[in-house]
């Protein structure tokens, strides 16, 4: 089995958490998660995973596959882009906090350079070869399964949405005077609801693609490596709780859909390692950063999609979704997954190259 670096674990871990804890207590010690939310910014700490990973990566460990002085091919432009980006909406959000220029201004601003970087990705992607892109570990990888599990999770909280309603453990929330932000009116609101639908599946996840690789690139891409050297489905828990307690300050700050409490707390673990074994499996099924990062994009866009235009559970612990009730729909989809020989194989490789 390859050898385990302990070390290279622990500073990952250090980087990440000083960053995104780092930020949040700045938050919690200032203006507060609410009045944070309230400029429109994307979340600074999502950037933080994978920037660790990347600087660790490129500039600390000289065996790495993307070490600066060796990996010289095009995909490298990717990363130093996402660098840039990084930095620049780092400024941008202390800006948005603590001077008196617009919110709104900053926000849009913000959104261009996150646009950027996407353009970027896309034109890299047209002249790097699949073996550079592989080195890099951004290889699109098997699209049509990739297209499989993103269907899978737009169809998943559908279900749940609608065991909500069958079980009378939501409500509808009725015919509201805005889609996305946008008038509408009554007779146009049907249709309204089902262009911002197709937009929370496609749009929303790719023109926020360098927040979701920020996140998914520093768990899935560079920690799951590491950890499923120890085994792939111990590796994959421990990615998973590390995974949830990283989230910790958010849940704790009362703006997530669990409560901050003791049992919120507990139920974040439970929902990140369930989340975390589906997202894992996802990257060894298809090989690729790429899918995950849209699972996770649409998970967060679909999620308040059916909360303000589906169903609305009455108590979001008792209820499927992210409730207790479909903590254990993800269990039992969990258990299916176990079940794959692709964990018994990717055992055996792990014994091989040992």
């Not at 959104?111 to 790097?128: E, N, R």
């Not at 609608?162 to 079980?167: G, S, V």
């Not at 050297?229 to 998973?240: C, D, I």
């Not at 649409?298 to 979001?316: E, T």
Request: net charge positive; glycine share 10%; proline share 5%.
């Amino acid at each position: 089995m390859p050898s385990f670096h302990s070390k290279r674990v622990i500073l990952f871990l250090l980087l990440t958490f000083a960053l995104s804890w780092g930020f949040e207590l700045l938050i919690a010690l200032t203006i507060k998660q609410k009045a944070y939310l309230a400029t429109g910014m994307h979340p600074l700490g999502m950037f933080f995973p994978a920037c660790s990973a990347l600087i660790l990566q490129m500039f600390v460990f000289r065996d790495s596959p993307i070490y600066f002085s060796t990996f010289k091919d095009s995909a490298r432009w990717i990363f130093y882009s996402f660098f840039l980006l990084t930095v620049v909406y780092s400024v941008f959000t202390l800006l948005a906090l603590f001077t008196h220029i617009r919110p709104l201004i900053l926000q849009a601003v913000g959104a261009i350079f996150v646009t950027l970087w996407t353009f970027v990705v896309f034109y890299t992607f047209g002249k790097s070869s699949p073996a550079s892109l592989q080195t890099a570990g951004l290889q699109l990888g098997n699209t049509s399964l990739g297209v499989r599990f993103i269907g899978g999770v737009v169809l998943f909280l559908l279900v749940q949405a609608a065991l909500n309603w069958i079980f009378g453990l939501g409500k509808f929330p009725g015919i509201l005077d805005r889609v996305g932000g946008v008038p509408v009116g009554g007779g146009l609101y049907p249709f309204a609801v089902f262009v911002f639908f197709l937009i929370s599946v496609v749009g929303t996840p790719l023109s926020a693609l360098a927040v979701l690789f920020g996140e998914e690139y520093g768990w899935r891409g560079f920690l799951h490596k590491e950890l499923i050297k120890l085994g792939p489905r111990t590796g994959v828990f421990l990615v998973g709780l590390i995974w949830g307690v990283w989230h910790f300050p958010i849940i704790l700050s009362g703006i997530h859909t669990y409560p901050a409490t003791a049992t919120g707390l507990l139920l974040g673990m439970v929902f990140f390692v369930l989340v975390g074994f589906v997202f894992s499996y996802a990257v060894m099924k298809t090989k690729s950063i790429w899918v995950v990062c849209f699972m996770h994009g649409i998970m967060n866009s679909i999620y308040p999609f059916v909360l303000n235009h589906l169903n609305r559970p009455h108590d979001k612990v008792f209820s499927f979704g992210l409730g207790i009730y479909g903590l254990i729909c993800l269990a039992a989809i969990g258990g299916l997954i176990m079940r794959d020989p692709i964990w018994r194989s990717a055992n055996e490789a792990l014994r091989r190259t040992g």
